[in-house]
């Protein structure tokens, strides 16, 4: 089948928003009245207005093509991920019933709102780049289509249209239905019907009223008694209805009550089919309604289908001994299924939550095995953010004992060992506190006896602010001035140093640091010394009033 005789139009969408500008005034007194009346013609110039830049989005491609099983023209929507064209491996499909406004959807430009949602999970990484499928309805066919006769339309489904899509473009597989209403009830009846045709099945708020849930019940009734299938139901833990049948998963969601009861029926009969012992939960948004459900529905289900194209999840990462190796092997997996490699940054981000969540379950040896892994310059930040939810938490010997592994990892750190000296002593543990304070003294020592690295001018700027936070502000300024000394020609060590000196109120000695940065600035390029100059101003006027 030529695929460019089956092209009707290239269509776009805009979304245009207006910004509108209203003032009221009251007048309270007689004499404000001639204000009132020459005001609009006193500022008038002064007042500006244009439309809003006008978003454009892709919405794809029309594709009509003669359906022997409708016996008639039908059409439907494809977009293909921006990088088609300039790669060569091959891309999950979605399907989206209800590609249209005609039907009882409650919703205006559904297809378009749903682009723009999915366009948004792509680019922030959570799922993969895939083929979408816009699948519409003519008013009068809708509840044809997928109720009262719904077989012509399931068979131009999985016959021919995802046949034409798999025959012309790479797709992988691993293709999703989505559906809404009682398209949602086609979506869920299509699983036992049509078997593996697609991997994931999304049914947001089915309506299973009329005979749909009795007709919905024997499906699956049938195909558990009269077929040899997995019977297989996750059990999930929340509320997820996330049943797998021949390799196929089927997601329920569903926003407040006035629909549930069927569903909570439907659930408990597909359990008794499977197995009487198994239980499935039902995911909900109580406070959404029939007509808003599908967005927050749209997100959650695609990210649940996808979940494994992501980092690992927190339940991965808290089994025993996940590591290195096991990260390695999580995006080897990843890639040889969906054809795309992790990236550095998607494979520290996972290095970063894995160290994360052992560090917060107090499993320090763990995380600090994959410490030399984790490539960021914010360690001791994350570090530091943890130390202080056990302290919060009123634990302090985590608080040590995270710190002593940090120390033994970062030996180089002044904060770290200077923290330790802070909490030892807090806890009366005065030899200890002596021996840290004395080893922080003699690390400032080394550190500035020789030349020093920029991350080692930005590390010691950390911890002079921290210092500041201390209320040690004449340590801080002790530190600040010694960076200034050793790197000379920075401008961020004397902006520091008079931010100290100001802590400490000594104004006159943060406008002579301000004035050496100004100076510094001046010989630099694309440097702004404007804020300098503000502050240098707003001190001189503290100095004037004293």
Do not use: C
């Not at 996940?322 to 940054?345: C, I, M, P, W």
């Not at 919060?392 to 710190?403: C, H, K």
């Not at 400032?444 to 006896?449: A, C, G, R, T």
Request: net charge neutral; hydrophobic share 40%; glycine share 4%.
């Amino acid at each position: 089948m030529n695929k460019e005789k089956n092209v009707n139009t290239l269509f776009t969408e805009s979304l245009l928003s207006k910004t509108v500008k209203t003032a009221t005034r009251l007048i309270t007194h007689l004499s404000a009245l001639l204000f009132l009346l020459i005001s609009p013609l006193v500022f008038a110039d002064d007042i500006s207005r244009s439309e809003v830049q006008q978003i454009k989005v892709e919405l794809g491609e029309k594709v009509v093509f003669q359906s022997k099983n409708l016996a008639e023209s039908r059409e439907f929507y494809l977009r293909l991920p921006k990088e088609y064209n300039e790669t060569k491996h091959s891309y999950p499909v979605i399907y989206l019933l209800d590609a249209n406004n005609e039907t009882l959807t409650y919703m205006d430009n559904l297809y378009f709102h749903s682009i723009t949602q999915i366009e948004r999970l792509m680019e922030h990484g959570d799922i993969p780049q895939s083929i979408i499928v816009g699948i519409p309805f003519k008013s009068s066919q809708w509840f044809g289509n997928v109720i009262s006769n719904p077989q012509p339309f399931r068979d131009y489904l999985t016959k021919e249209l995802s046949t034409y899509v798999n025959d012309n473009y790479r797709t992988l597989n691993n293709n999703i239905l989505i559906g809404q209403s009682y398209s949602a009830v086609f979506v869920i009846n299509s699983l036992p019907v049509s078997g593996a045709i697609f991997n994931g099945y999304l049914a947001i708020e089915p309506v299973l009223g009329g005979g749909a849930l009795e007709t919905t019940i024997t499906n699956f009734q049938n195909i558990f008694e009269n077929k040899a299938v997995d019977k297989t139901v996750n059990k999930a833990v929340g509320k997820t209805v996330n049943i797998t049948v021949n390799n196929s998963a089927l997601q329920i969601i569903m926003g407040g009550a006035i629909m549930l009861h069927e569903v909570i029926e439907l659930r408990e009969q597909i359990t008794n089919a499977i197995d009487k012992e198994t239980t499935i939960s039902l995911k909900t948004f109580p406070e959404e309604s029939h007509g808003s459900v599908y967005y927050p529905a749209l997100n959650y289900g695609l990210r649940k289908h996808f979940e494994d194209y992501r980092q690992p999840s927190k339940e991965q990462i808290m089994s025993s001994n996940f590591g290195h190796q096991e990260l390695l092997n999580y995006f080897e997996k990843r890639a040889s299924k969906y054809q795309v490699q992790a990236t550095d940054r998607q494979f520290q981000s996972a290095v970063f939550e894995t160290i994360f969540y052992q560090l917060m379950a107090k499993k320090f040896d763990q995380a600090f095995a994959l410490w030399p892994v984790w490539q960021s310059p914010y360690k001791l930040y994350n570090a530091d953010r943890i130390i202080s939810h056990f302290l919060r938490e009123n634990d302090s010997a985590s608080a040590i004992a995270l710190l002593n592994h940090l120390g033994k990892a970062m030996p180089a750190s002044v904060s770290v060992v200077d923290r330790l000296a802070i909490l030892y002593q807090q806890e009366s543990k005065m030899a200890q506190a002596e021996m840290y304070r004395l080893k922080t003294q003699q690390l400032l020592l080394d550190i500035f006896s020789k030349p020093v690295s920029e991350q080692q001018e930005a590390s010691l700027n950390s911890y002079g602010y921290s210092l500041l936070q201390q209320q040690r502000n004449q340590e801080a300024v002790n530190v600040f001035k010694q960076i200034s000394q050793v790197k000379p020609a920075s401008v961020n060590a004397f902006d520091s140093l008079a931010d100290a000196y100001e802590a400490t109120k000594n104004y006159q000695q943060a406008i002579k640091s301000l004035e050496q940065a100004m100076v510094i600035a001046s010989n630099k390029d694309n440097v702004n010394t404007a804020p300098f100059e503000q502050k240098i101003n707003r001190m001189k006027s503290i100095v004037n009033a004293e």
